[in-house]
């Protein structure tokens, strides 16, 4: 059964950081692309930051770049997104996703909301 578990969502404040993990199971971890979504109520959701299957490239949304980093762990089978700087913008349930080919895994979400 294929899974995509995201965890380390919650309330920070602004210029505060977080740190998102999204486990796989069952699927090739390693032959995947990984990405990062979020959205917004009401709003399409939106490309975050995309990581290679070899880790040997990323690629961020304009807004996010220089504040977030993408990463993976194929031992763990975890990626990563580590938040910095984060702007009550940011705000949004964030989804990891996985794409090989014809085949595209999501997770549930997990909401990050950055407020004072």
């Known amino acids: 059964q294929v899974q995509l578990v995201e965890s380390g969502g919650g309330l920070v404040q602004p210029g505060g950081s977080l740190r998102l993990s999204c486990l796989a199971s069952g699927f090739t971890f390693s032959r995947f692309v990984m990405n990062w979504y979020r959205q917004v109520p009401g709003l399409e959701r939106e490309f975050v930051a995309r990581?290679?299957?070899?880790?040997?490239?990323?690629n961020y949304q304009d807004s996010v770049k220089g504040r977030f980093t993408i990463s993976r762990d194929t031992i763990k089978n975890t990626v990563y997104l580590q938040m910095n700087s984060l702007k009550p913008e940011d705000t949004a349930v964030y989804y990891c996703n996985a794409v090989n080919g014809p085949f595209e895994y999501w997770g549930q979400g997990t909401q990050v909301t950055v407020s004072s």
């Open positions: 990581i290679s299957r070899s880790a040997g490239s990323t």
